[in-house]
């Protein structure tokens, strides 16, 4: 089964840095790859996902990179605030015989701290 | 308007108890999950339903058992409750599992439900 391996594990930034995340995988047949966010106490959610067949995508401050023939990705947090403080939690999906993606295989997190 | 609901949100039981939670979905999902959370964060999924068939069934103690009485509901009902079970346990609903080229991809997690077993 895939197996989705994350650093580092705590990540301490100071207030406008850049952080950076990030994930390998060993399937190589998994093309759905999502970052999650989670905050002290709540749910987990997505913050931006990205697919096999695209290298880099962006939202605002928030990237995410993929290199299928390394099988690894990363997420980029530039100009860091207070608020990204939180757990994130990357992942990584393949279709199963139906042509569905259903189970998400996640690392095991990664605690980001934004001091002021 | 919750988009996923769980009850309870906190559970506090004895060791061999049987509990169960229940989760629920407005979004007009077709698949729902069930993941554990354990102490260091570690999110592992457990169950899955699409359309109320059971589509993943990973490797959890035979004392859990999930329930789909239809698409918008996913029960979890944990029998002779170990310490081991202590977790937060989430709930979480996708539109026809991941799949497709829309931007609906999203699993959308429910608030948790913390149980403790003592």
């Known amino acids: 089964g895939e197996n989705v391996e994350q650093h580092p594990s705590t990540l301490s930034v100071q207030e406008g840095d850049s952080a950076v995340i990030k994930c390998t995988y060993s399937d190589s047949a998994s093309n759905y790859f999502p970052w999650y966010k989670q905050e002290l106490g709540k749910r987990p959610q997505l913050i931006i996902d990205?697919?096999?067949?695209?290298g880099e995508k962006k939202d605002q401050r928030i990237a995410v990179t993929l290199n299928k023939t390394a099988k690894h990705f990363s997420l980029h947090i530039t100009e860091t605030q207070p608020e990204d403080s939180a757990v994130y939690f990357c992942?990584?999906?393949?279709?199963?015989?139906?042509?569905?993606?259903?189970?998400?295989?996640f690392g095991k997190g990664t605690l980001l701290t934004v001091n002021p | 308007d919750t988009a996923v609901s769980q009850t309870p949100k906190y559970l506090v039981t004895q060791m061999g108890n049987d509990k169960s939670i229940k989760c629920e979905q407005n979004l007009g999902h077709d698949t729902m999950y069930w993941y554990k959370q354990d102490s260091k964060k570690f999110l592992k999924i457990m169950f899955s339903?699409?359309?109320?068939?059971?589509?993943i069934n990973e490797t959890v103690p035979n004392r859990f058992s999930p329930k789909s009485p239809d698409k918008a509901h996913l029960n979890l009902h944990i029998n002779s409750l170990e310490l081991g079970d202590s977790a937060v346990y989430f709930c979480?609903?996708?539109?026809?599992?991941?799949?497709?080229?829309?931007?609906?991809?999203?699993?959308?997690f429910g608030p948790g439900t913390r149980l403790t077993v003592l």
């Open positions: 979480a609903s996708s539109p026809r599992g991941l799949a497709g080229f829309s931007s609906y991809n999203e699993q959308f």
């Open positions: 992942a990584a999906s393949r279709r199963n015989s139906g042509g569905s993606n259903y189970k998400l295989t």
């Open positions: 990205i697919r096999s067949n695209v």
């Open positions: 339903y699409n359309n109320k068939e059971l589509i």
